[in-house]
T-cell receptor, first 112, second 113 residues
């Protein structure tokens, strides 16, 4: 296990289409987080899982966004009816406790 | 409101020179402060993590300081290398349930040959 893996690395989609991203955390990490980062800004929190339970969601996570972690291992983030404003880097991170976060390389979404 | 402010916004230095990046925060209740390095198009990579009781921590040529009383931190880079060119992000963790991270907007460092 070499770290947090995110797929795909890049995604270009047409406005209105649905997209799904996947995150595979470090295997022993029970906490998983999704962040969104736009150009020139720091990452913004989207949602947090402890095992399979989604314990926190940001107001940024509109009804078009949904995240799952069905077996407490990998997680998916789906965006429905994408808009141009959804274009960003989507980062996943995992930790065993709240102390040591490890980030993935991110999925860069471009909505055209 | 929990905020993290960084300065300068961007910085250009010559290879081999030292530099210091600043971070001020208003996050409460404070849990820990982290410095991350983020290369363009990549995820952030942790450099240092400090709790309120630690006032300095080093990682190779990177040295972070923390003054929990004034709520300030700095990241000092010694003998800069071209590979140090990246964004450096200060992140403060609030001690609220799941350790919510509050990110600064980063300092973009360019090391010039």
């Amino acid at each position: 296990d070499t770290g947090v893996s995110q797929n795909p690395r890049h995604k270009i989609t047409k406005r209105g289409q649905n997209v799904t991203f996947r995150c595979d955390p470090i295997s022993e990490h029970n906490r998983l987080y999704w962040y969104r980062q736009t150009l020139g800004q720091g990452p913004e929190f989207l949602t947090y899982f402890q095992n399979e339970a989604q314990l926190e969601k940001s107001r940024l996570l509109s009804d078009r966004f949904s995240a799952e972690r069905p077996k407490g291992s990998f997680s998916t983030l789906e965006i429905q009816r994408t808009e141009q404003g959804d274009s960003a880097m989507y980062l996943c991170a995992s930790s065993l406790t709240g102390y040591g976060y490890t980030f993935g390389s991110g999925t860069r979404l471009t909505v055209v | 409101k929990n905020q993290v402010e960084q300065s300068p916004q961007s910085l250009i230095i010559l290879e081999g020179k030292n530099c210091t990046l600043q971070c001020n925060y208003t996050v409460s209740p404070f849990s820990n402060l982290r410095w991350y390095k983020q290369d363009t198009g990549r995820g952030p990579v942790s450099l240092t993590i400090m709790t309120f009781s630690e006032n300095t921590k080093s990682n190779g040529r990177y040295t972070a300081t923390l003054d929990a009383d004034t709520k300030q931190s700095s990241l000092h880079i010694t003998a800069s290398q071209l590979s140090d060119s990246a964004s450096y992000i200060c992140v403060v963790s609030a001690n609220t349930g799941f350790q919510k991270l509050v990110f600064g907007t980063g300092t973009r460092l360019l090391v010039s040959p």
